[in-house]
């Protein structure tokens, strides 16, 4: 079966700091892996997605960046945090498009709770 | 372009009676359709999902969702709430069409207070 793992589960870091978060899937090879942010009343926003190690799509213009160094881990990045970063992280994965069992939904990580001071 | 509304941002219900979590989508194509539930802190949890067979979905603890095209409806429902049911519902569609990834729309959620 498959898993994913997500870590730390909460991060306090002064502003101007930097940020690493990581999220690895096991029990399949070439996931689609997504990282989320979920911000007070502004729901779930899609930060980046990708398809493929070092392939890499961001959504949205902003502080943060994500890298893929290998098939199962994707983490997310910042090099100088900003107040407006704080929020509840999520990374998901999904099947491979061409995979007989991708029915489009994704599986969610236990999220990681960044507050920034 | 897909997009989703969920028409209640609260419902409450007490223990043991009906619940009904409204969900509208809007989809230029054939949509996969989804029901995510949150508890505080936690990641989403998939309940339940609809990909174009039969219209009538059911689900894990209980819920099901009905698909009507003619509505653009993909409403929850639950014959008796339980206290573990207290958490953030999100209904959610996604193109199936889209070359990249499996982007997914989510709607700004309802969250379901279940009283004793």
């Known amino acids: 079966s498959q898993t994913i793992h997500q870590w730390p589960a909460t991060l306090v870091q002064p502003v101007g700091s930097p940020l690493s978060l990581e999220c690895t899937v096991e029990?399949?090879?070439?996931?689609?892996l997504y990282w989320y942010r979920q911000a007070a009343g502004r729901g779930l926003q899609l930060l980046f997605y990708?398809?493929?190690?070092?392939?890499i799509s961001s959504e949205v213009p902003q502080n943060l960046s994500a890298s893929r160094p290998q098939d199962r881990q994707f983490i997310l990045s910042s090099k100088k945090l900003l107040l407006s970063d704080s929020g509840f992280y999520l990374c998901?994965?999904?099947?491979?498009?061409?995979?007989?069992?991708?029915?489009?939904?994704?599986?969610f990580g236990e999220g990681s709770r960044l507050t920034v001071l | 372009a897909q997009s989703v509304t969920q028409l209640d941002s609260h419902v409450s219900v007490s223990e043991g009676t009906p619940v009904l979590l409204r969900c509208n989508y809007s989809?230029?194509?054939?949509?996969?359709l989804f029901w995510y539930v949150q508890h505080p802190n936690k990641g989403l949890q998939l309940l339940l999902k609809?990909?174009?067979?039969?219209?009538l979905v059911k689900g894990i603890n209980g819920f099901e969702a009905e698909f009507k095209k003619s509505e653009t409806s993909f409403h929850l429902t639950k014959p008796s709430a339980h206290m573990s049911d207290a958490a953030e519902y999100f209904c959610?569609?996604?193109?199936?069409?889209?070359?990249?990834?499996?982007?997914?729309?989510f709607g700004a959620g309802t969250i379901l207070r279940v009283k004793s």
């Open positions: 990708s398809v493929g190690i070092g392939q």
């Open positions: 989809s230029s194509y054939s949509p996969s």
């Open positions: 959610v569609v996604s193109d199936r069409r889209v070359e990249y990834g499996n982007k997914l729309v």
């Open positions: 609809y990909t174009s067979a039969a219209t």
């Open positions: 029990g399949t090879s070439n996931p689609n």
């Open positions: 998901a994965w999904s099947w491979d498009r061409g995979a007989p069992q991708n029915t489009g939904e994704l599986f």
